[in-house]
């Protein structure tokens, strides 16, 4: 059983371009957030989706956007990057059935590292 | 917003125990979590705590809480060279998947 899949694994952009980041959740999740680990930092959180709304956001500009498909899949997009973006970004997927009276049990994928130019 | 604590580094001989502490300030944490995060790899869920607990124990792992100081530990007992890793508390309410890390505690284990 495949867990979360994320795409691409790695990826070199300059400042002032765009970048989209895929995520696949675990099979039988409907529910897939995004969270942004600079280096030598814990994750933060940037936002949830759920039947392909935005329910939840942390404290990031919107030049950080999102964007969930029927599948449960998602996008993170960037636009204008900065040097400070660069770093892991990492998707988790849980089921919201799961989280609403328990704990949010996420499943991390492995991460997409974006560096910045 | 929250702020949650951690020592930077933590070394340890192999079979020796480990106890790597966490310090949050927002006490509306429902669930307050332990993650470990191995080089180039995601977080991975090791074990969880209610916030109405005090202790709970899976297998190695002892997780204390003491909500009044509002510090948490996890107990790695009989530590392996394969629980080398960047460990995270979290902490985390019913309902949404924010969750709010620590900067996490590399652990090292000797031989």
């Known amino acids: 059983d495949a867990g979360v899949t994320q795409s691409p694994t790695h990826l070199i952009k300059t400042r002032g371009q765009q970048v989209t980041l895929r995520c696949s959740p675990k099979?039988?999740?409907?529910?897939v957030s995004w969270y942004q680990q600079a280096l030598g930092q814990g994750p933060q959180f940037i936002f949830q989706y759920y039947e392909e709304e935005e329910r939840q956001r942390g404290n990031f500009p919107d030049r950080f956007s999102g964007h969930q498909f029927p599948n449960y899949s998602s996008e993170l997009n960037v636009n204008a990057l900065l040097l400070g973006d660069s770093a892991l970004y990492l998707c988790a997927s849980s089921s919201l059935a799961g989280g609403m009276t328990g704990a949010n049990v996420l499943t991390f994928g492995a991460g997409s590292r974006l560096t910045v130019l | 917003g929250e702020d949650v604590e951690q020592s930077l580094f933590l070394s340890v001989r192999e079979g020796d125990s480990s106890v790597i502490n966490c310090t949050y300030t927002d006490s509306s944490s429902t669930y307050l979590y332990w993650y470990k995060q191995e080089p180039g790899a995601g977080l991975q869920l090791l074990t969880y705590?209610?916030?109405?607990?005090d202790m709970k124990q899976d297998q190695r792992l002892t997780v204390l809480l003491n909500k009044k100081d509002k510090h948490l530990s996890l107990r790695i007992a009989d530590t392996q060279t394969g629980d080398s890793a960047i460990y995270f508390c979290a902490g985390g309410t019913s309902g949404g998947n924010k969750l709010t890390f620590g900067t996490g505690t590399q652990l090292k284990v000797e031989l």
């Open positions: 099979s039988g999740h409907d529910t």
């Open positions: 705590i209610f916030s109405n607990m």
